[in-house]
């Protein structure tokens, strides 16, 4: 999975949530029907007409999400139900995060993901998921990825939450942007990884701005 910020790399409902058996550098396929592919980034679908993306992939309006995308190039969508185009007609940027929503021209006929209002305590599994590249110089992937990290606390910048990735695992560039999940509903978004994607890196995810995103929703 991978997009850059500065110096550091970047980075969704039918289906199960199979968290244990998921990877991105070294991914997974994986089915996520709110998942929405966007240009060079990803996003989520959070209400039948809003998309949550990063706001340092500075989307524009006109361009056409891609939504429960699973399998890129494939008229088909590799079996599952097929992905909606819709284009996007509003961008709206957090003052502050690394937030971006992005209103669409009409609703979407996939679900959209719940938002985790709770807490994170060190060592819970969350879940990414996006269609950056395998490892850092190579190509996207075919079907969309899932990887596993684990949180380990709050970062220095304001809205990040710092997680480490499993053994060969790691988001990687046109990852920027999607989601990352605990328990089953949306917490965050990817905003980098240390190191060239590197498996053995830490990385960078932007925490949800809920009252903002009810605002604006």
Not at 109 to 127: T, V
Not at 147 to 169: D, K, L, S
Request: charged share 20%; net charge positive; glycine share 12%.
């Amino acid at each position: 999975m991978k997009k850059l910020l500065i110096a550091s790399a970047f980075l969704l409902g039918c289906g199960s949530d199979q968290d244990s058996k998921l990877q991105i550098v070294n991914g997974q396929n994986t089915y996520r029907s709110w998942f929405v592919k966007l240009n060079g980034c990803g996003g989520t679908l959070i209400s039948s007409d809003t998309v949550l993306t990063a706001k340092h992939c500075n989307h524009q309006v006109n361009f056409k999400a891609k939504i429960g995308l699973y399998k890129r190039n494939d008229p088909n969508n590799g079996g599952k139900p097929l992905a909606e185009k819709i284009k996007i007609t509003k961008v709206i940027k957090h003052t502050s995060r690394d937030l971006q929503l992005l209103k669409l021209e009409k609703p979407s006929r996939f679900r959209p993901i719940k938002l985790y209002e709770g807490n994170l305590s060190k060592g819970d599994r969350l879940a990414a998921f996006g269609f950056g590249n395998t490892e850092y110089g190579g190509s996207a992937p075919e079907f969309l990825q899932g990887a596993v990290f684990y949180y380990t606390g709050e970062g220095a910048r304001e809205g990040i939450i710092r997680a480490n990735n499993r053994p060969y695992q790691a988001v990687c560039h046109g990852d920027s942007g999607s989601p990352v999940i605990f328990q089953g509903e949306l917490v965050a978004t990817v905003t980098f990884t240390e190191g060239r994607c590197s498996t053995k890196g830490s990385m960078g995810f932007t925490r949800l701005d809920i009252g903002w995103i009810n605002k604006n929703i």
